[in-house]
């Protein structure tokens, strides 16, 4: 959860987070959009659903986008 916020906080802003299993955040350019993230811990690691709406009159990006972008900043950690 920690380190998703750290990314969250480089490519957006939060705005709710549920700690240890849920978050939401605003992403910017240019990605634009609001995502929610459910944290489901399954052993010694976490599953995480992630859910990409349109923000404000914006088109939601595609999702494996989204997901990509989350992936590449959590491995520059």
Known sequence: HEALLVVAASIGEVIVSHPPHMFECLLDEPLRC???LDLSPEGESTSV???VERY???LAPDIDAVRDAW???LNQL
Do not use: F, G, H, K
């Open 71 to 73: 992936v590449a900043n």
């Open 49 to 51: 659903s992630l859910i």
């Open 34 to 36: 609001w995502c929610r």
């Open 56 to 58: 404000d009159d914006v």
